[in-house]
């Protein structure tokens, strides 16, 4: 079963920050939280992930909030290349190494 | 970032016949890779986990003696499908996690997209 719940899609406008949440209330203290996208007939990619802390990179920034029930992945000027269905998984951060797919988010760019 | 390569990209075959995916990890050895099925509009479904050197591990309802994967180097696994039928079409995906490191990241290949006729 997934352990994480996200809306199934969201749509935003060209230029501006996607901001794409997810609950995860059932999170252990050793369960990272991990976002991969899907961009159509692909493979996944991986975008970012945390534990507790904020973190960003060049592609992205997640926000954890400090009881680490739910997190948002911002996109902060997404493009149309950023169309692509979004998945927020949790994993222990040690051993199990499986990734869990749950339905994810198809998150849409309008031009 | 690491790249995660698959062989073919899509291939159709006759129902009956066996297709080998392969799967290679470029720039990085992976003790450990993961083969995933998709089905249209669907998500990624684990299949098994694959140990080099090592039986793969199956998730449960997939059958073992249909999906044949080997792990024979830290760089190649390989998923046959054999006697395959047209409910085998589908998306198929590995990933691989680099060997160093407890957190490992795991990274995906293109995909290949098989179609029994």
Same mark, same amino acid.
């Not at chain 1, 911002?74 to 950023?82: E, S």
């Given at each position: 079963d997934a352990k994480t719940t996200q809306p199934t899609s969201m749509d935003c406008a060209e230029g501006r920050?996607?901001?794409l949440p997810?609950?995860?209330?059932?999170?252990?203290?050793?369960?990272?939280?991990?976002?991969?996208?899907?961009?159509?007939?692909?493979?996944?990619?991986?975008i970012i992930h945390?534990?507790?802390n904020n973190e960003t990179n060049e592609m992205a920034s997640l926000i954890i909030t400090e009881d680490r029930k739910s997190s948002t992945l911002?996109?902060?000027?997404?493009?149309?290349?950023?169309t692509?269905?979004?998945?927020?998984?949790?994993?222990?951060?040690?051993?199990?190494?499986?990734?869990?797919?749950?339905?994810?988010?198809?998150?849409?760019?309008?031009? | 970032g690491a790249v995660v390569s698959q062989h073919p990209s899509r291939v159709i075959c006759k129902s009956g016949t066996s297709v080998k995916?392969?799967?290679? &990890? /470029?720039?990085?050895?992976?003790? +450990?890779?993961?083969?995933?099925?998709q089905f249209p509009k669907q998500s990624l479904m684990l299949m098994a986990t694959s140990n080099e050197g090592s039986k793969a591990t199956?998730?449960?309802?997939?059958e073992k003696d249909k999906f044949l994967i080997?792990?024979? &180097? /830290?760089?190649?696994?390989?998923? +046959?499908?054999?006697?395959?039928?047209?409910?085998?079409?589908?998306?198929?995906?590995?990933?691989?996690?680099?060997?160093?490191?407890?957190?490992?990241?795991?990274?995906f290949g293109p995909g290949t997209r098989l179609l029994v006729l």
């Open positions: 920050a996607a901001n997810c609950n995860h209330s059932t999170i252990s203290g050793n369960e990272y939280v991990y976002w991969y996208r899907q961009i159509h007939s692909q493979g996944p990619q991986y945390g534990l507790k911002i996109l902060p000027h997404a493009t149309l290349r950023d692509a269905v979004y998945y927020c998984i949790v994993r222990p951060s040690f051993g199990n190494e499986k990734l869990t797919f749950g339905t994810g988010t198809r998150l849409t760019i309008i031009p | 995916i392969e799967c290679r &990890s /470029l720039d990085f050895q992976a003790t +450990t890779m993961f083969w995933y099925r199956y998730e449960q309802g997939v080997n792990h024979a &180097s /830290l760089t190649l696994s390989t998923l +046959t499908v054999t006697s395959a039928h047209p409910e085998d079409s589908s998306f198929y995906i590995c990933s691989a996690s680099p060997r160093q490191g407890a957190l490992e990241t795991q990274y």
